[in-house]
């Protein structure tokens, strides 16, 4: 079992940044791959990015490449998402997952946290 708690969100203008973080509890986190995936109102959930257990292996959406990274701190029990250079078609509520591969499709992942709110005005 693995619960998951993500935090950092909040409304900034176009142009700012957002690190966003997903802390993760049980022992198996720092084993698992996490994936991030926003979903905006009325759209369906879509794929943001993903990184391994070790933290070596990471990717994103090309709608965010050159924008955003994912990193870990498993000593912190941590995922993160960092997100550069906002626009307004960011806006979405992100929420990670865990419990699955290192996946792009929301179906892989067994694990959600409650996700947080990204508002990103122009």
């Known amino acids: 079992q693995v619960e998951l708690v993500e935090s950092g969100g909040g409304s900034v203008q176009a142009g700012e940044s957002l690190q966003l973080s997903c802390i993760g509890s049980?022992?198996?986190?720092?084993?698992?791959?996490v994936g991030w995936f926003r979903q905006a109102p009325g759209k369906e959930r879509e794929f943001v990015g993903t990184?391994?257990?070790?933290?070596?292996?990471?990717s994103v959406a090309d709608s965010v490449k050159g924008r955003f990274t994912v990193s870990r701190d498993n000593a912190k029990n941590t995922v993160y998402l960092q997100m550069n250079n906002l626009k307004p078609a960011d806006t979405a509520a992100y929420y990670c997952?865990?419990?699955?591969?290192?996946?792009?499709?929301?179906?892989?992942?067994?694990?959600w946290g409650q996700g947080t709110q990204v508002t990103v005005s122009s």
């Open positions: 049980g022992r198996t986190f720092s084993l698992a791959a």
């Open positions: 997952a865990a419990g699955g591969p290192d996946s792009h499709y929301a179906h892989d992942y067994e694990y």
């Open positions: 990184i391994n257990w070790t933290g070596k292996s990471a």
